[in-house]
């Protein structure tokens, strides 16, 4: 089932396995907080994930809802990591993976007929001179080469029913990038948190989600701080990695 330097790791939270590659893919804290973040109906409904990556998304919201799940991915190699994944947690019957295009993916599995959207997009600049060295999927997860924050934005748009929420996961230094992106697209900023390493840091990590066709009414939620001043993970970071009493 494992190929190459893959390996099996474990979601405790979720008591589920990923497969994970170190030169291909592995997710970041950012999947596990965008996960956690997002409405997700509870017992039925219909949920994409867009930019995928190796599944870990899917899975996350596999332990929070009964609800069909649409796993996104361009890259033919992370698409079959999360594919491996999902069957070797008995998980085929609910989440769907799909190795295609963000852009124009409502196309093919439907306009406006979803009810969550949760997308943790490329953050960076397609080119940058310092990045030039990263492997090929690595570059592409990150950077936007394939897909711009505006057109992730636009295909979460496509494919919400009005009143359905999409969940951002992105970089501080883009807030208005993403607010006139979602606004253009008929989605409407309503809750945003952000992500501080410890106190007394800048926030490195931002999470917003908005309602598509919502009236203007935007929370800004309380911060969530990674680590303590002991370096240590906090509590609220602790419970959502490893689950209640850890």
């Not at 996350?60 to 992370?78: D, P, Y």
Request: with cysteine; hydrophobic share 40%; net charge neutral.
């Amino acid at each position: 089932m494992l190929q190459g330097d893959e390996r099996l790791d474990y979601l405790l939270a979720e008591d589920l396995r990923i497969i994970q590659s170190p030169s291909v893919f592995s997710f970041s804290l950012d999947a596990v907080l965008l996960a956690k973040f997002a409405y997700v109906p509870i017992r039925s409904g219909k949920i994409v994930d867009l930019c995928a990556g190796n599944g870990a998304i899917p899975l996350f919201l596999s332990a929070r809802t009964k609800a069909e799940i649409f796993a996104v991915e361009l890259q033919e190699r992370l698409a079959h990591m999360a594919w491996r994944s999902i069957r070797y947690n008995g998980l085929e019957q609910q989440i769907r993976v799909l190795n295609e295009d963000v852009i124009g993916i409502a196309s093919q599995i439907g306009y406006e007929k979803y009810d969550t959207v949760t997308c943790n997009p490329p953050y960076f600049p397609a080119l940058e001179a310092s990045d030039k060295n990263l492997k090929e999927h690595i570059a592409i997860a990150r950077h936007e080469i394939k897909l711009t924050l505006e057109q992730a934005v636009q295909s979460a748009s496509e494919l919400l029913k009005q009143g359905g929420k999409a969940a951002f996961v992105h970089r501080p230094g883009r807030l208005l990038d993403i607010v006139t992106a979602m606004r253009a697209n008929r989605l409407e900023p309503k809750r945003i948190r952000f992500v501080y390493p410890k106190e007394g840091k800048e926030a490195n990590t931002l999470l917003i989600e908005g309602i598509k066709d919502g009236k203007p009414d935007l929370k800004v939620l309380p911060p969530l701080f990674v680590y303590d001043a002991q370096g240590e993970y906090t509590e609220e970071v602790r419970e959502l990695l490893y689950g209640t009493g850890q």
